[in-house]
């Protein structure tokens, strides 16, 4: 059985990755009104990879006896000014993640939950990626975004995203 506070920030956890979900369907509705299906293609896959963090999750829970409780899930309340707004909401929201899979960790780390470390040692790695990903494509965006023709091949380059599925043992 996990420690209660573990197990509590986990279930937490997992609203926290549905409502990232939301939040990037969210910013694939905007893009798709602004003719940038790539960039859409781009925040579906990061929600597809979003519900899968969080399903992975409600596993890790399940299989270690844990009752998992989903909670409401809130509506994205972002306000798009221009093109480069989501991206820009999108890398501060996953350092936020990354700060709550940071407090995770420390929590099990408190009470040697070396197991629990261990499940998050993937999500710590994914999230350096994730705010990776979320810079490289402000820093695109910015070099290309003003000009409507390299706009155009970089919103190509994003529709050939494909998503895969996480490979990680439970």
């Known amino acids: ?83 480069g707004d989501p991206l820009d909401a999108g890398y501060k929201h996953e350092q936020y993640v990354t700060s709550l899979i940071h407090n995770i960790y420390d929590a099990a780390n408190t009470v040697k939950d070396f197991r629990t470390m261990q499940f998050l040692d993937w999500f710590v790695k994914e999230q350096g990626e994730e705010e990776t990903n979320a810079e490289n494509l402000i820093k695109k965006f910015k070099l290309f975004g003003s000009d409507p023709k390299s706009l155009y091949m970089l919103d190509n380059e994003l529709a050939a995203r494909t998503y895969a599925a996480p490979s990680l043992v439970l």
Request: proline share 2%; glycine share 4%.
């Open 1 to 83: 059985m996990l420690d209660a506070k573990v197990a509590q920030l986990l279930n937490t956890q997992v609203n926290k990755e549905f409502y990232s979900a939301y939040l990037y369907l969210d910013f694939a509705n905007y893009y798709i009104e602004e003719g940038l299906d790539g960039f859409a293609n781009w925040y579906n896959v990061q929600a597809q990879e979003e519900r899968d963090h969080a399903m992975l999750m409600i596993k890790y829970l399940q299989n270690n006896g844990c009752p998992v409780t989903l909670e409401a899930i809130d509506k994205p309340d972002q306000t798009y000014n221009g093109v």
